[in-house]
């Protein structure tokens, strides 16, 4: 980003947008910290974090996976990449960066 933004931005300051999930948020977040964002602002970056995921799959037949300490509770997953385009829209980031 800080490569892009001084090559191509014309001063201005790039957005970055990272989607995280339940397992990843705090790891990212430490890491971001730790290393002072890696040179860029903190306002520069949004954090979205995914929701509760979808239902793991055990198979290719599609059996739910249950978790071992509570057979009637299911284990899930993080959506993946296609949750992003509603987290940007449900965080109204694209709004937050036209109006920076």
């Known amino acids: 980003i800080l490569a892009v933004q001084k090559k191509y931005g014309d001063g201005r300051i790039l957005p970055l947008c990272i989607m995280t999930s339940n397992d990843t948020h705090e ?3 430490q890491l971001l910290n730790v290393n002072n964002y890696f040179g860029m602002r903190k306002s520069q970056v949004t954090v979205v974090i995914q929701g509760q995921g979808v239902p793991a799959l ?3 037949n599609a059996k739910f996976v249950l978790a071992e300490d509570n057979p009637s509770k299911l284990v899930t997953k993080p959506h993946g990449h296609g949750d992003i385009h509603s987290l940007l829209y449900k965080n109204q980031v694209a709004k937050k960066w036209k109006d920076k």
Request: hydrophobic letters at 35%; proline letters at 0%; a neutral charge.
């Open 58 to 60: 055990a198979d290719n």
């Open 27 to 29: 790891k990212t977040m």
